[in-house]
């Protein structure tokens, strides 16, 4: 049995009920035993075998509580499979055209590319105007970011199940 752990840093829950649907689509693999978890909750990494990381985005940058997971524990995250994700942009199309190429933060690159993530996606995010502050609300209105649910939870369920396809064979070819 393949223990992963799937974890994030969220502002106002959209990225954990992304990851939630991560997690929901590997316990679907009976060979995972799947625990989704806030950044915030998780000390030792030790005990998972593979881990899914993702974060809200906000002007380019992961929240510090992913950002710190990710530096904090890249030297264990390099000895294990890692898939890295961010949830962000708001309004249709694909999510690095509406950013400008943007996939990862840059302040980042590096760390992920010591750890080697399997893969790094980036989906679309939701706005909530009823959970942001004045000055939240000012600011998405100045930058004229569309207000609603975006997400594509076909596309996360997509990159789900190829990531348990890809635990699957590693545990065929461990075996």
Same mark, same amino acid.
């Given at each position: 049995?393949?223990?992963?752990?799937?974890? $994030?840093?969220?502002?106002?829950?959209?990225?954990?009920?992304?990851?939630?649907?991560?997690?929901?689509? !590997?316990?679907?693999?009976?060979? !995972?035993?799947?625990?989704?978890?806030?950044?915030?909750?998780?000390?030792?990494?030790?005990? $998972?075998?593979?881990?899914v990381l993702g974060s809200a985005v906000y002007a380019g940058q992961w929240q510090?509580?992913?950002?710190? @997971?990710?530096?904090?524990?890249?030297?264990? /995250?390099?000895?294990?499979?890692?898939?890295?994700?961010?949830?962000?942009?708001?309004?249709?199309?694909?999510?690095?055209?509406?950013?400008?190429?943007?996939?990862?933060?840059? %302040?980042?690159?590096?760390?992920?590319?010591?750890?080697?993530?399997?893969?790094?996606? @980036?989906?679309? %995010?939701?706005?909530?105007?009823?959970?942001?502050? @004045?000055?939240?609300?000012?600011?998405?209105?100045?930058?004229?970011?569309?207000?609603?649910?975006?997400?594509?939870?076909?596309?996360?369920?997509?990159?789900?199940?190829?990531?348990?396809?890809? /635990?699957?064979?590693?545990?065929?070819? $461990?075996?």
């Amino acid at each position: 049995m393949i223990t992963v752990l799937v974890t $994030y840093a969220t502002k106002n829950h959209s990225t954990a009920e992304i990851a939630d649907v991560i997690g929901a689509v !590997l316990e679907l693999n009976q060979n !995972l035993n799947v625990d989704v978890r806030s950044v915030d909750s998780v000390e030792h990494i030790a005990l $998972y075998d593979a881990v899914v990381l993702g974060s809200a985005v906000y002007a380019g940058q992961w929240q510090s509580p992913a950002a710190d @997971f990710l530096k904090q524990h890249a030297v264990e /995250l390099a000895d294990r499979p890692v898939w890295l994700f961010s949830s962000g942009p708001t309004g249709d199309g694909n999510p690095q055209t509406l950013m400008k190429g943007w996939n990862f933060p840059l %302040g980042l690159k590096i760390i992920a590319e010591q750890i080697k993530p399997r893969d790094i996606a @980036f989906f679309h %995010g939701k706005l909530d105007a009823s959970k942001m502050n @004045f000055f939240e609300r000012s600011a998405v209105k100045l930058v004229g970011a569309p207000v609603g649910d975006f997400r594509d939870w076909d596309m996360i369920r997509t990159w789900a199940t190829r990531i348990s396809d890809a /635990l699957r064979q590693a545990q065929v070819e $461990y075996i």
